[in-house]
T-cell receptor, first 114, second 113 residues
Framework: AQKITQTQPGMFVQEKEAVTLDCTYD???????LFWYKQPSSGEMIFLIY??????QNATEGRYSLNFQKARKSANLVISASQLGDSAMYFC???????????FGTGTSLTVIP | EPEVTQTPSHQVTQMGQEVILRCVPI?????FYWYRQILGQKVEFLVS????????KSEIFDDQFSVERPDGSNFTLKIRSTKLEDSAMYFC???????????FGQGTRLTVV
């Protein structure tokens, strides 16, 4: 069974500061992928970043980086230099390679304060 | 940039009525999905579709739900007899070949009254 846990229902960060959103996971698949999606108040789900379980390096995409610690089963999202437009709900998700579906966490609501 | 397109953006329907939610996945993608998100809750998997058939479905995807790819571009979710608890945001998503990520549409907000 796959499970994603996001323990921070809400986070606040000052504009231009960095913020870390936590995500832990559990899976029996030997190979899997970890994802972060952003959901602004308009409702769409925007793909941010992907980390494969066998990737040696942590994924980065612009201001987003994924702090992947396989032994701890964690895949935290780091947003550097926060902007007001980063205020949104953020979902961690996992996909095992034995199946197609994505498993989502409960999300973290991020508010960037000017 | 290509994107997944969903129509309508908002649908209001009476309980017991049938609804069809429409999606146009990105053209070279091979895997298609439907997810739903009840207001304020987590995103839940409904069904995945590959090679013109269902490849995986959840417990939520019972006999009142069905999916179709009627032509080369559209992907539809039909709910036969809607219930109040079907009110949710429904997301269509698609994945490209040999890539792990899925790209989501902007969602259809279904309200059952």
């Amino acid at each position: 069974a796959q499970k994603i846990t996001q323990t921070q229902p809400g986070m606040f960060v000052q504009e231009k500061e960095a913020v870390t959103l936590d995500c832990t996971y559990d899976t029996s698949d030997p190979s899997y992928g970890l994802f972060w999606y952003k959901q602004p108040s308009s409702g769409e789900m925007i793909f941010l970043i992907y980390q494969g379980s066998y990737d040696q390096q942590n994924a980065t995409e612009g201001r987003y980086s994924l702090n992947f610690q396989k032994a701890r089963k964690s895949a935290n999202l780091v947003i550097s230099a926060s902007q007001l437009g980063d205020s949104a709900m953020y979902f961690c998700a996992m996909r095992g390679f034995s199946g197609n579906q994505f498993y989502f966490g409960t999300g973290t609501s991020l508010t960037v304060i000017p | 940039e290509p994107e997944v397109t969903q129509t309508p953006s908002h649908q209001v329907t009476q309980m017991g009525q049938e609804v069809i939610l429409r999606c146009v996945p990105i053209s070279n993608h091979l895997y298609f999905y439907w997810y739903r998100q009840i207001l304020g809750q987590k995103v839940e998997f409904l069904v995945s579709f590959y090679n013109n058939e269902i490849s995986e479905k959840s417990e939520i995807f019972d006999d009142q739900f069905s999916v179709e790819r009627p032509d080369g571009s559209n992907f539809t979710l039909k709910i036969r007899s809607t219930k109040l608890e079907d009110s949710a945001m429904y997301f269509c998503a698609s994945s490209p070949p040999r890539q792990p990520e899925a790209f989501f549409g902007q969602g259809t907000r279904l309200t059952v009254v």
